[in-house]
């Protein structure tokens, strides 16, 4: 029977029809198939741990953070460390079990407080209603109690009604061996803030760097953390558990820290407000670093709260949070002169200056007024004495004020500042620590910008023994005196030598050298003043305290800065910079910076600190003398020759 068209169209369309929607099926079958084979055999595992994940409790471990090593370093099952991690256990409140119910919470920390003898304004902050219910909100951890004794434990795994609603974690805590002998260039650890946790990048539960190489290398020093899936029964125990994730501890830092010099700078500014700090200086490496009043990081960073917010308090009134070498600034005093006479000698055209010249001291200085009606100004010597005819090299040594008076009003106050800023006393030095402030070369712009008038020839004079409106870092005065045992080189300031991983102990990062700066000197510029800064260990300023058989020969400056409490010596702040063996060649000596507030004199208080630095670092016997005659034994307790402005 013949087909009709319209049935032919009819059944075309149909057919159509009929295989776009098997095509359709066949599709959507494949391609269910395909994405079921996907998620079940390509992803399966993947998607296993995150269902797992869902219907089970999820929890991370936290990751070590990296142990601080010193310069001695070898290995870290050989080495001790400066810095280190221990377990302790904390206390967890389940709050599941209390159906999240804010109330019923509140209801049991009280009877928590009451089983063991806590003070519910512990809780204080934490039992504030939008706090409880954020927390409750986000599943974050409610933690009661961190670092607990043995003898918490016992009581709250005895107490019936406490210890199934509570489940003990192990946390990681941070012990510093040092305490607040390193306390400047480790820092510590807290808890993050707000800003931390948006910023950073940090969970809430994980400790931060706070202060010094912990904060500056706290990223390195984190690790990664891993995770674990717990499956807990109805009263809150754990039933099963599976560590999905290991954590992995931080890197380790290796310092440059000679740990015995450390202890040494620390105890030598016993009772007193200063720092003291010492270099290696063809490298720029920082062996000591110490600042005093200073705080103990392990209270800070422990698990007490009340100790560490007391502490804090107490160290924040005290400004022991400041590190003196680095955050601190003061007028350079007598070691000063030092520059004053190096601008001199480089500078020769100007005045054609000899150090080999000598200068009179009657005892004073009379600039002569240039004003109608206005008095002269008489400057005096520190001692006030008439020392007559002196060189360079005698003037360094007896730190002759009235000598540098001449000098620095005869050569001016542009080529003192133009080579203060040469050297970098008015900028950062780049230290790997965080905090540090740039010293203040004045000017005569500066001048009569802020105090309205120009720039008179007593600033000059003022300026010629450091003092008026110079100030430094004793940071940035030691990198100073570098350049003149390097004849110019300037060394960038490290404290981290090297980053190693904690897996292998292999090098990830090692800190080079860097010249900072590289000024050319005349060598008999160098020499000269090296003879001065001999001579006063020898036989100048600081002969009573550093001339002793048991010390090499040390050579350096002392320094008394006149504060604005003029009168008595107590009000006096006292400097000393020195480096030794004299005689051996730069790559073995050591720089000493010693800085100390209302320490009467640089050779009164400064200087006894740097010698204990030098006892340190040179052992009797270590490094022998030169057979000098004059050289005489030093008591322990030998008195002092003299205070150098």
């Not at 967890?92 to 009451?114: A, G, M, Q, V, Y």
């Not at 054609?352 to 240039?370: E, G």
């Not at 009003?409 to 970098?424: C, D, M, N, T």
């Not at 023994?465 to 080189?489: C, D, H, R, W």
Request: charged residues 25%; contains cysteine; proline residues 6%.
């Amino acid at each position: 029977m013949s087909q009709s068209a319209s049935e032919f169209k009819l059944e075309n369309s149909f057919r159509r029809r009929l295989y776009f929607f098997t095509g359709l099926i066949v599709f959507t079958l494949t391609s269910y198939i395909l994405q079921l084979f996907n998620l079940q055999i390509v992803q399966g595992s993947e998607n296993s741990l995150k269902a797992e994940r869902f219907v089970r409790r999820s929890e991370s471990i936290p990751a070590d953070r990296g142990q601080i090593f010193d310069r001695n370093f070898l290995t870290p099952e050989t080495s001790q460390p400066l810095v280190s991690n221990s377990a302790s256990l904390d206390v967890i409140l389940n709050t599941s079990l209390f159906k999240n119910d804010p109330k019923r919470i509140k209801e049991f920390i009280f009877r928590f407080c009451e089983s063991l003898s806590i003070p519910i304004a512990y809780y204080e902050k934490d039992l504030q209603e939008n706090r409880l219910i954020k927390k409750i909100r986000t599943r974050e951890p409610f933690v009661l109690l961190e670092g607990i004794s043995r003898e918490q434990q016992e009581r709250i795994l005895v107490l019936d009604n406490i210890n199934r609603y509570v489940y003990l974690v192990s946390s990681p805590a941070r012990v510093y061996h040092m305490g607040p002998a390193l306390a400047h260039v480790s820092g510590y650890v807290g808890k993050p803030t707000t800003n931390d946790i948006q910023e950073k990048e940090i969970k809430s539960y994980q400790l931060v760097g706070k202060g010094g190489i912990e904060s500056l290398y706290d990223t390195i020093l984190r690790g990664q953390d891993g995770f674990r899936i717990q499956k807990r029964n109805t009263e809150g125990n754990i039933e099963e558990e599976r560590v999905i994730e290991h954590s992995v501890p931080g890197n380790n830092l290796i310092l440059t820290i000679d740990r015995d010099m450390q202890i040494a700078a620390y105890k030598a500014l016993k009772g007193v407000r200063g720092t003291v700090l010492a270099l290696r200086p063809t490298t720029g490496e920082v062996l000591a670093m110490a600042s005093n009043p200073s705080y103990d990081p392990n209270i800070l960073s422990g698990k007490n709260k009340q100790d560490r917010s007391n502490h804090f308090a107490r160290v924040t009134n005290n400004g022991a949070f400041l590190n003196l070498a680095i955050q601190s600034k003061f007028p350079p005093a007598s070691t000063y002169k030092v520059l004053v006479a190096l601008a001199a000698m480089e500078s020769e055209h100007k005045i054609n200056f000899d150090p080999k010249q000598t200068f009179s001291c009657p005892s004073n200085f009379t600039l002569k007024s240039t004003f109608k009606g206005v008095p002269d100004q008489v400057f005096y010597n520190w001692d006030k004495k008439n020392h007559g005819e002196l060189n360079l090299a005698q003037a360094i040594e007896k730190s002759n004020s009235v000598y540098f008076y001449q000098l620095g009003y005869k050569l001016g106050a542009e080529p003192i500042l133009a080579y203060s800023r040469l050297f970098g006393l008015d900028k950062k030095t780049g230290i790997d620590l965080p905090g540090e402030v740039t010293g203040f070369i004045p000017s005569s712009e500066w001048k009569k910008r802020t105090y309205g008038n120009k720039w008179f020839d007593g600033d000059t004079v003022n300026l010629s023994i450091g003092q008026g409106f110079l100030s430094v870092t004793p940071l940035e005065m030691a990198l100073f005196y570098m350049a003149i045992i390097n004849n110019g080189k300037i060394y960038k300031p490290f404290v981290i030598s090297e980053i190693r991983s904690p897996l292998d102990n292999s090098i990830v990062q090692k800190t080079e050298p860097t010249i900072l700066r590289d000024i050319p000197l005349k060598r008999s510029t160098v020499e000269a003043v090296k003879e001065g800064l001999y001579l006063v260990g020898y036989s100048g300023t600081a002969s009573g305290v550093l001339n002793s058989p048991n010390l090499p020969e040390i050579a350096g400056k002392t320094g008394t800065a006149q504060t604005r409490r003029r009168g008595a010596s107590s009000s006096n702040h006292a400097w000393f910079i020195g480096y030794a063996p004299f005689n051996a060649p730069p790559e073995k000596q050591i720089l000493v910076a010693a800085f100390v507030e209302y320490g009467v004199g640089g050779a009164a208080s400064a200087a006894p600190a740097a010698r204990e630095i030098f006892k340190a670092a040179f052992p009797p016997g270590s490094y022998p003398r030169q057979d000098r005659t004059r050289v005489r034994p030093m008591e322990e307790e030998a008195p002092v020759e003299g205070e150098a402005f």
